[in-house]
Every structure is written in structure tokens, then in C-alpha cells.
């Protein structure tokens, strides 16, 4: 049997004091080679595109990944849809861990811009299958 890897998302007030304090936590293990570039270059690299960091550390219990974006960030993808990485990945089913009003509020949003969006691609009658691979 193959593992399976777990994504988190981590949603922060400030990236560079999160990349600060992950990185005297645990070194680079959780970087690559880009870690080197220390704390403010890493959060200003991350505020390009989708505005998403990705670390995928070597740990013992397995396989993980996670995702560093700030929670104004994270909000509006949410509700723009500017680029879809975020938004797109949030329209699953997902666990959170720590609870966020702002955050839970625009993912509502999110799922409700999504439901309307495949409901205007299919046809008058679909299953629930359907709905949900459109979705």
C-alpha cells in the first residue's frame, strides 16, 4: 500500500514572522535551498502568484506538505477568484483545525460562487456525482 500525503494550509497574520520563527525552529529541513534567502526575501517570493509558500519537510511520521498564505490573501481568493489555486483546493472537503471567522466566512462564499458555477455548466438534470466532479 502507497502513502498518502497530507496537505495543510496554514493561513497567518505575517508570513515573514511565521518564515522567522519556522526557520529557528527547524532550520531548513522544512526548505529548500530557497530558505538560504531568510525570512522577508521568502515572504516576498511568496506574495507573487497565488501568494502561496509551499514546504514539504522530511518527516519521520510520513509524508506532508503544507501551504503559507496570509489570511487577507486567503480571504480575497476566496472571494475573487483571481487565480483559483487556493479557492480550488478549499472547494473539497477539508478539516480545520483552528477556526477563523474572516477565513470561514469567505470560504462559505467560495463554496456558494462555486455551486453556482457548475450548476450553470450542466445540463437541466445531473446526479449528485456529476454536481460534485463539476464543483
Keep these: 500500500a502507497g ?25 531548513y529541513k522544512h526548505y529548500s535551498a530557497l530558505g538560504a534567502v531568510g525570512p522577508s526575501a521568502l515572504a516576498s517570493i511568496q506574495s507573487m502568484g497565488a501568494g502561496v509558500y509551499f514546504n514539504v519537510p522530511k518527516l519521520k511520521q510520513g509524508e506532508a506538505k503544507y501551504a503559507l498564505i496570509e489570511v487577507p490573501r486567503l480571504c480575497s481568493e476566496l472571494r475573487e477568484w483571481k487565480n483559483l489555486y487556493i479557492s480550488g483546493r478549499l472547494q473539497k472537503p477539508v478539516a480545520t483545525l483552528v ?19 457548475a450548476l450553470l455548466l450542466l445540463p437541466n438534470r445531473f446526479t449528485d456525482t456529476e454536481l460534485f466532479a463539476t464543483v
Design 3 to 27: 502513502s498518502s500525503m497530507v496537505d495543510y494550509i496554514f493561513a497567518v497574520d505575517n508570513a515573514t514572522e511565521w518564515h522567522r520563527e519556522n526557520l529557528q525552529m527547524n532550520g
Design 99 to 117: 477556526a477563523n471567522d474572516s477565513v470561514a466566512e469567505a470560504n462559505r462564499s467560495n463554496l456558494r460562487s462555486a455551486l453556482c458555477a
